[in-house]
C-alpha cells in the first residue's frame, strides 16, 4: 500500500475535504506541482487549475480557483478562495461568465481592469473544463 498523508481543503464556506491521500496534484502560482507524503516543508500560493486527489479509491478531480498550499511532511493544507466538484458546477453558468470575460478582454476598454477579466476567464475555464469532462 503506498504511504498516505492527511489532506484538508478549508474554503470560506466549508471544510471541502478530509481524508487520507497519496498524492495531490495542483496548479501553483510556479507552474504544476504533485506532493507525495514526506514533502519537503513549503508554503506555496495556488493558481487556478484542476486538482487531482490521489487516493485509495482512485483520483478525485476538483476546480480549484486560488489560494494557498501549506504542505508539512504528513499534512498538506490547501486554504482556497474556492474548490468545487465538477457535478457541483453549473456549466451554463461557467460558460456565461467565459464569454463575458472573452468580451471584456476584446473590447480593449481602458477601464476594464485586464487583470480581474483574465483571473474571470481562467477560472470559468477550469470549471468548464471539468463540466465537459476533460
Partial sequence: MAEMMRLQIVTPDEAFFDGEVSMVELNTADGEAGIYPKHIPMVVAVAPGVLKIHGADGVKKAAL??????????????????????????????????????????????????????????????????????
Avoid at 494557498?68 to 493544507?77: G, H
Avoid at 453558468?93 to 487583470?115: G, S
Avoid at 468548464?128 to 469532462?133: C, E, K, M, Q, W
Fill in 65 to 134: 480557483l486560488s489560494g494557498f498550499l501549506q504542505i508539512l511532511p504528513e499534512k498538506v493544507t490547501i486554504l482556497a478562495e474556492a474548490c468545487e466538484w465538477p457535478e457541483n458546477i453549473d456549466g451554463k453558468r461557467a460558460n456565461e461568465a467565459r464569454i463575458r470575460a472573452e468580451r471584456r478582454l476584446a473590447e480593449k476598454n481602458p477601464q476594464t481592469d485586464i487583470d480581474r477579466a483574465e483571473a474571470a476567464l481562467k477560472r470559468a475555464l477550469v470549471r468548464l473544463s471539468l463540466v465537459d469532462g476533460n
